[in-house]
């Protein structure tokens, strides 16, 4: 299937479900009240599928794949952030497993869309 949508990006919906995640779980009772917390990683999940969404409007593959590389930066940023949620006992470790693991996810994906990106024919400007 061609892409033609940021939707249509397997790694941008995965980003979107590990947002939906990351809102979801961050509502909970001792976990809203740390709102330093809830802002960052609600930040750094809504990043992830931002930036691929602004890295498809893009000019080149090469600007697109530094948007990919912010993208899978703030998945990481998530998974630490979990940990902070999980040390201060904020999320169950099953909820930490279950968003971790779509961290994951999604990174896999993002990395494989580089690898494709940095491997198909060049495309310096786009329509």
Do not use: H
Not at 113 to 126: A, D, G, H
């Amino acid at each position: 299937m061609a892409i033609e949508r940021f939707e249509d990006i397997d790694a941008w919906k995965e980003a979107r479900v590990l947002t939906q995640m990351v809102y979801r779980v961050s509502r909970g009772e001792r976990f809203a009240r740390d709102f330093k917390l809830v802002n960052q990683i609600c930040s750094a999940a809504s990043s992830v599928m931002n930036n691929i969404a602004e890295g498809f409007d893009s000019q080149s593959d090469k600007e697109f794949i530094q948007f990919l590389t912010y993208a899978r930066r703030s998945a990481t940023e998530v998974q630490s952030e979990l940990y902070i949620a999980l040390d201060q006992e904020y999320i169950a470790l099953a909820d930490f497993e279950t968003i971790y693991q779509q961290a994951t996810k999604t990174k896999k994906l993002i990395n494989g869309f580089i690898r494709y990106l940095r491997t198909s024919p060049t495309k310096e400007t786009k329509d």
